[in-house]
């Protein structure tokens, strides 16, 4: 028997939008006190009457197009029927039979239908004294709800898959979608060769995903082998005992009684101005990345790297684009470029990290760390030195020539003063000498080492190395 995973994704992200889906309560994922962002319609008093959140179907609308899913020509919104202490209305507006997107692709999956709703508050408990309380500060913030078809086989296409979507609704500027902020959650539906399926929940992080799917496709693979039936089931991931366990029978959608929202009518999606919903679409990362790959000798995981943080790869272009007016040579531009890369994702990135600072409100300008390449790539001065120069520039937002000029460190190029310490060198070290003449080229960059030390790093390494090469002859 071939047991094959079939596995189909329900995932919510917290749409970014100034106030809510249905009314003008902010919608600030930052606040701290508890029912600030409320008021009657999202807290369900009777007779408040909703709106619709024009940003949010926007959002919606622009995450539709960039899958290639087709935006329903009239969509409309229902009561999705429940009772949990968080639902302040006892129902969830969601869409029912007429999503806002139907159909679309990503990473060869099948996207069935994205949807807008509204999510609910959170429940706080309070374990030492049993109680448990409510804040409404996230009741009714708009949320996007996109099914795929069950066409994932594997744990790692579900993350694959749901960290290409994170990325896209991050490009779109669409959602934060911090899966340890739970602004991004995932539900698997998982069974063997298309049987029963059980839905996974409780899933904050992607690593978790990972875990609680390769679970659960093994422990219905035993209960196949064993006889055992599967049940149709809500399971949550237990991080502690590492296993899914139970929670629930399945609710079928009967059980929630949907019926279109009386409040608010159906609409025709050609309100809005699809033509330019469509082309404010800026670049998506498949897109870029198969540009970096063009434009720039970066290899898969640097390219990777880049696409995963827009705002680091903004600044790289910027800075490239100013070494391309400070170096002509193309391969000095090409390996100008690594160089940048590599400053970039562990100098910079690491002093940046060391004082939380990001890309808004970084003193160095794009065009002085390209002007810094460029003085390393013209062997002004040496990496070493670079390293002090950049935490300079970083601290001063200076540019990095007037600080080597006024700490000293420029490259010492000058012959005259590079023999002197050849020579004194040489005397010092006569075993290495003798070596080298004996055949030992190892011994020459010793040599070279030691002038260097000498020097404070700040020798011209070719030029040392002709002097050396001309003295030992
Ligand atoms: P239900 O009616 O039980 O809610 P749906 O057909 O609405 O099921 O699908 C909900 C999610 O479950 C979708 O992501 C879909 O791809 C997935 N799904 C449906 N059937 C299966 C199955 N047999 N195995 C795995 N996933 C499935
Ligand atoms: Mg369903």
Known sequence: MDYKPTIGLEIHAELKTRTKMFCDSLNDPNEKHPNENVCPVCLGHPGALPTINKQAVEH?????????????PITKFDRKNYFYPDLPKGY?????????????????VRVRRVHLEEDTGT?????????????FNRASVPLMELVTEPDLKSAEEVTAFARELQLILRYLGVADADMEKGQMRIEANVSINMGTKTELKNINSFRFAKDAIEYEIKRQIEDLEKGVEIRQETRGWDEAKRKTVSQRSKEEAHDYRYFPEPDLPPFET????????????TELPAQKRARFAKEYKLDDKQIEILVGSPDMANYFEEAISELRAMITKPTVLSSGAIATYHYLTSDLRGLMNESDTGFA???????????LVS???????????????????????????????????????????????VKEILEKNPKAVE??????????????G???????????PATLKEIFEKELK
């Open 270 to 281: 050609n309100v809005f101005d699809l033509e330019a919903l469509k082309d404010s679409i």
């Open 92 to 108: 969830q507006i969601s869409q029912y039979d007429q999503p806002l997107v139907v159909g679309g692709e990503l990473n060869g």
């Open 375 to 421: 003085l390393i790539e013209k062997g002004k001065i040496g990496s070493r030195q670079a390293k002090d120069v950049l935490k300079k520039m970083f601290d001063t937002g200076l540019d990095p020539e007037d600080i080597i000029k006024s700490e000293g460190l420029e490259t010492v190029s000058d012959s005259g003063e590079l023999e002197k310490v």
């Open 361 to 371: 409100d970084i003193k160095i300008d794009p065009e002085h760390l390209a002007h």
């Open 60 to 72: 919606v609308i622009k995450v539709g197009f960039a899958l290639g899913g087709k935006i329903n």
């Open 450 to 460: 030691q002038a260097m030390g000498r020097l404070k790093g700040r020798g011209n």
């Open 123 to 135: 429940l706080i408990h309070d374990n030492k004294d049993n109680s448990s309380l409510v804040d």
């Open 435 to 448: 070596d080298y003449k004996k055949g030992k080229a190892a011994s020459m960059q010793f040599l070279i």
